[in-house]
């Protein structure tokens, strides 16, 4: 692959970053992932303003000005002649000595790659995937895309573990999001429940997109916090990404939701979301 750090073009295996490096030794830095399909970027605009303003949250300014950024993307995606997967952007703070406060003078780590993969034809969008109920263990922005994705990666091999294929956290008694997507359910009287914005989770785009589409269809939305209970008692249940568009859940801590099979409200949300976004 090609990658991009700092302005250059690179084989992959010639970009190196500082051990300094505050991405590296404090996850201070933020990330985005965008879709890419037929060799388009998906919801880039979307994208560009959340990352402006988890940057804004961190004090992080941006070295390219919001055109050179989309240029960027677009250019990624010619040098690798992707047709199918993901753009992965990361900025960090940048290098400097070790210490907790912000550095004066550091100049950030800009880094995009890009990562194939077959999103629009998903094979587990036609069986569904089961998920595990863990506690949510997070720190508490997550409306701030950072890179401190360890609980996450620890609630994903804990749902490995127990022969699910992703996890959905609660806090407080109430599910947050997926430990990457957003967690979404359907009442048996057809209304899509979706938790509403906030510091407890990532401001979704592809939930934003869906919340939208599903107004637009005439389908019911409840911007509100659910329980597990409720969750497990839904019709159906589904979860979004940039990645995943809208991915049928069939299973909660092993109880099948619904009928056991993705829900038909639920793959209607996705075909319509295909049909419009990608
Ligand atoms: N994850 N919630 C969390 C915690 C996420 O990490 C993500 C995205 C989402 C969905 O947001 P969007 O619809 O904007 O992709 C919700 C990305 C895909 C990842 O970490 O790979």
């Given at each position: 692959r090609i990658v991009y750090l700092n302005g250059a073009w690179l084989p992959e295996e010639d970009?190196?970053?500082?051990?300094?490096?505050?991405?590296?030794?404090?996850?201070?830095?933020?990330?985005?992932?965008?879709?890419?399909?037929?060799?388009?970027?998906?919801?880039?605009?979307?994208?560009?303003?959340?990352?402006?303003?988890?940057?804004?949250?961190?004090?992080?300014?941006?070295?390219?000005?919001?055109?050179?950024?989309?240029?960027?993307?677009?250019?990624?995606?010619?040098?690798?002649?992707?047709?199918?997967?993901?753009?992965?952007?990361?900025?960090?703070?940048?290098?400097?000595?070790?210490?907790?406060?912000y550095p004066k003078d550091a100049t950030p780590t800009l880094t995009l790659f890009t990562q194939a993969k077959a999103v629009l034809d998903n094979p587990k969008v036609a069986t569904g995937i089961s998920v595990v109920l863990l506690p949510d263990y997070r720190w508490a922005r997550r409306d701030i895309k950072t890179v401190q994705l360890l609980y996450p990666s620890m609630a994903k091999m804990e749902a490995t573990a127990r022969g699910a294929e992703e996890a959905w956290l609660v806090e407080d008694g109430f599910v947050t999001e997926a430990s990457a997507a957003n967690a979404h359910i359907i009442t048996a009287e057809g209304t899509l429940v979706t938790r509403p914005l906030s510091q407890a989770i990532l401001h979704g785009i592809t939930r934003a997109s869906i919340v939208e589409i599903a107004q637009q269809a005439g389908i019911a939305c409840e911007e509100r916090a659910f329980t597990p209970e409720e969750a497990k008692a839904a019709a159906e249940a589904f979860m979004t990404s940039a990645t995943n568009f809208v991915l049928p859940v069939v299973a909660i801590d092993g109880q099948p939701v619904g009928a056991g099979t993705p829900g038909p409200l639920t793959l209607k949300l996705r075909a319509l979301y295909v049909a419009r976004k990608v």
């Open positions: 970009a190196k970053v500082s051990i300094f490096d505050r991405g590296f030794l404090f996850a201070d830095a933020i990330y985005e992932v965008t879709g890419v399909v037929g060799g388009k970027l998906l919801e880039y605009q979307g994208h560009a303003a959340r990352l402006q303003r988890s940057m804004a949250e961190l004090g992080i300014a941006c070295p390219l000005s919001p055109d050179e950024l989309l240029e960027v993307h677009r250019e990624i995606v010619r040098r690798n002649a992707l047709e199918e997967g993901l753009i992965y952007l990361q900025i960090s703070r940048g290098a400097a000595d070790r210490d907790f406060a």
